[in-house]
C-alpha cells in the first residue's frame, strides 16, 4: 500500500495471464478496527478491449455531478470508478467521452463555475486523472460532443460550431466552416473527423478547417463506423 499515492499495488502470479479477478483487502485504521473489502481487478486494467463505460450526465437541477460506471467483461459493474480513484467528480452535465493516446477524455458542459465546461483527461488503464481543461476551451460554450484523433487533435462541438484543441499547447482554434455543426455524434475515421450539418457530411483531414463537404438529398440524422471501414449515413428523405 502507498499511502502517499492512496492505491494499493497488487502484482499478479507469474501463470495468470489474462482476465478479471475478485481480490478481498483487509485493514485497520489507528484504533485497530477491521475494514474489509473486495477489489475487481483485470490483468489489463480498464483498457481491456471487451468493458464497456457507460456515461451519466448527473441531475444538474438535483446537484449531482455526472459520473461514469464501468462494466466488466465479465458483466459486473462497478459503479462511479473515477471517483473512487480521484476523489473527484467528472463535472456537472457529462456528455461526451472519447479515446485516444492511450488516455479517456470526457467533456462536460455544467452549470456550475468550479466544473463549467470542463475537459476531464485520465489514464485509460488506470483511470488516474492526468489534467482537468476549463480556461483554456476558450469560446467553447456548452460543449456537447467529442471527436478525437490524438492529444494535439481534440475536436470538441458547441454551440458555436466545433473547436479543436490541443494538450501540447494548451490553445483552442474554431474550425472555419462548422458555424452550424448538428448537435449529434462526431466520428474519427483514417485520421479524418465527420460531423454533419443538416444536409451535409463535414469532414476535417486534421486541420483547421472543413476540407470537404458532401451533400446529401435529405437531413442527415446520424453518422455510424462499420468495422470493415466503412461509415453509414441514415438521412430523411
Do not use: W
Amino acid at each position: 500500500y502507498d499511502e502517499e499515492k492512496t492505491q494499493i499495488v497488487l502484482t499478479a502470479p507469474a501463470e495468470v495471464s489474462e482476465g478479471s479477478f475478485k481480490v478481498f483487502v483487509t485493514g485497520s485504521d489507528a484504533s485497530g478496527r477491521l475494514y474489509r473489502t473486495s477489489l475487481l481487478c483485470s490483468s489489463l486494467g480498464y483498457v481491456d478491449p471487451l468493458t464497456t463505460f457507460v456515461l451519466n450526465e448527473g441531475n444538474a437541477f438535483g446537484g449531482e455531478m455526472g459520473f461514469m460506471g464501468y462494466v466488466s467483461p465479465t458483466g459486473q459493474y462497478l459503479d462511479k470508478p473515477f471517483f473512487a480513484i480521484n476523489g473527484q467528480d467528472l463535472g456537472v452535465l457529462s456528455q461526451d467521452m472519447g479515446y485516444a493516446s492511450d488516455k479517456l477524455y470526457v467533456i462536460a458542459q455544467g452549470s456550475y463555475g468550479a466544473t463549467d465546461g470542463t475537459l476531464t483527461v485520465m489514464d485509460c488503464r488506470t483511470l488516474r486523472m492526468t489534467a482537468r481543461y476549463k480556461s483554456e476551451l476558450t469560446d467553447v460554450n456548452t460543449p456537447t460532443h467529442l471527436a478525437i484523433l490524438d492529444d494535439d487533435h481534440i475536436y470538441i462541438r458547441h454551440e458555436g460550431g466545433v473547436s479543436r484543441f490541443s494538450e501540447q499547447t494548451k490553445k483552442t482554434t474554431f474550425v472555419e466552416g462548422s458555424e452550424r455543426a448538428d448537435k449529434n455524434t462526431m466520428l474519427t475515421l483514417d485520421g479524418k473527423v465527420f460531423f454533419h450539418s443538416s444536409m451535409t457530411l463535414c469532414v476535417v483531414e486534421g486541420g483547421d478547417k472543413v476540407d470537404q463537404k458532401v451533400d446529401f438529398p435529405g437531413i442527415i440524422s446520424g453518422i455510424a463506423k462499420a468495422d470493415d471501414g466503412h461509415l453509414y449515413v441514415s438521412y430523411s428523405t
